[in-house]
């Protein structure tokens, strides 16, 4: 089952404020188009996007690399034709058609109108109306309207691809005036039944410049913030210096161990993995594998930071604390700070490696090896 998202962002609404269109507009970080675009193209079901700019925008389609890029038309009627055409040769299963200026569609509100489209011909979001409707003149309500069976309809609307192409050229060739409001009118005059599936408050549509602030609001809280924690030990054995964060302290022992048993450097990887619910170090690099035989630990933290980013995580900061007597961790503790941040390309503020003893207790205080605990935050905005 392929299914294909048609992204329509040819419009010209200046309605929001700004000087360009909406979906061009900042929002948190980023486009609203880019936001929009992401949503589904991270959407594990959506094979493939297309965005249907307006002919004035297609200098903006360099952004947008993994996406097909097609050429609107004057009205939404037009540029939803422009994208579905941008699929016939290929034609996916389904197709999701979505509105650009709704950036904070989830992926269960996307996941419903798929399920139901399994036995639906059109399914498409919406929310019942909960508050009274009036009509109004002149500042002064003039009647009331009855709310019952009236939903605020949302996007995105799915149908089956050949279903809704067909409806679609039907609709041009009929050259109704005004052109219809959204896919499902298209839908429905030509005979498809469409499903009406829960919408999302979330899912809203930026029409006005309130919704920005919004949006702004409602974006940075669904931030995913997520915590890892590493835990690792490594023995001493004759040697002459300790690898310790990246640091060589001078010592009358080595750590024992496959790579260069840089245990808080381990410790710090393994937080990021866990964070990333991606198992941990060994699994990653085992140690049953020569290649990894004294390797160099940065290779191991530099792989846990580049799957990270590779999700959209940055590291927000980390803490290492290494256990042991000896050798004395302070003196060294702001070249390892220096020596981690330039590995992970985070500012050392935000670096944190501490040392504490055992008090003598246990293999640490009888100086057998050396303990290191780390924890890590990383953020997707
Ligand atoms: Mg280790």
């Not at 010209?12 to 949503?39: F, M, N, S």
């Not at 409001?181 to 899912?203: P, S």
């Not at 060294?332 to 220096?338: D, L, Q, T, Y």
Request: net charge negative.
């Amino acid at each position: 089952m392929e299914i294909a998202a048609i992204i329509v962002a040819a419009g010209r609404g200046t309605r929001a404020g700004g000087d360009v269109p909406k979906q061009w507009r900042r929002l948190h970080g980023a486009r609203v188009a880019d936001w929009t675009v992401d949503a589904f193209l991270s959407h594990p079901r959506i094979g493939r996007v297309v965005l249907v700019l307006h002919p004035d925008d297609l200098g903006q389609a360099e952004g947008f690399a993994d996406a097909i890029v097609a050429t609107g038309g004057a009205t939404r009627d037009a540029s939803v034709m422009a994208g579905l055409e941008a699929l016939v040769g290929d034609p996916p299963d389904l197709v999701l058609i979505h509105d650009v200026a709704r950036p904070l569609v989830g992926g269960r509100v996307i996941d419903r109108v798929i399920d139901a489209l399994d036995t639906a011909a059109g399914a498409a979001p919406a929310l019942a109306v909960t508050d009274a409707l009036w009509m109004g003149e002149n500042g002064k309500v003039s009647g009331t309207h009855d709310r019952n069976g009236l939903y605020r309809a949302q996007t995105p609307q799915g149908f089956r691809f050949a279903a809704i192409l067909a409806a679609h050229r039907a609709h041009q060739d009929g050259a109704l005036p005004g052109g219809a409001a959204d896919d499902v009118e298209v839908a429905r005059g030509a005979g498809l039944e469409v499903t009406i599936v829960e919408g999302d408050e979330a899912n809203m549509k930026i029409t006005g410049p309130s919704d920005f602030a919004r949006a702004e609001e409602m974006m940075r809280d669904r931030m995913d913030i997520r915590v890892g924690q590493g835990y690792d030990v490594h023995a001493f054995e004759p040697g002459e210096a300790c690898i310790l964060c990246g640091v060589a302290v001078p010592h009358g022992q080595k750590l024992k161990g496959h790579s260069d048993a840089d245990v808080g450097m381990h410790a710090l990887t393994d937080a990021l993995y866990g964070a990333l619910a991606e198992g941990d170090i060994g699994q990653h690099f085992p140690p049953s594998d020569p290649q990894w035989k004294g390797a160099a630990s940065h290779v191991f933290l530099e792989h846990a930071i580049g799957l990270a980013r590779s999700r959209g995580y940055e590291l927000v900061n980390c803490d290492v604390t290494l256990i042991c007597e000896r050798p004395k961790i302070g003196p060294h503790v702001g070249a390892m700070r220096a020596a981690l941040a330039r590995i992970v390309d985070v500012d050392v503020d935000r670096i944190s490696v501490k040392a504490t003893t055992s008090e003598r207790l246990g293999f640490t205080g009888r100086e057998e090896g050396i303990a290191s605990m780390a924890v890590a935050t990383l953020v997707k905005a």
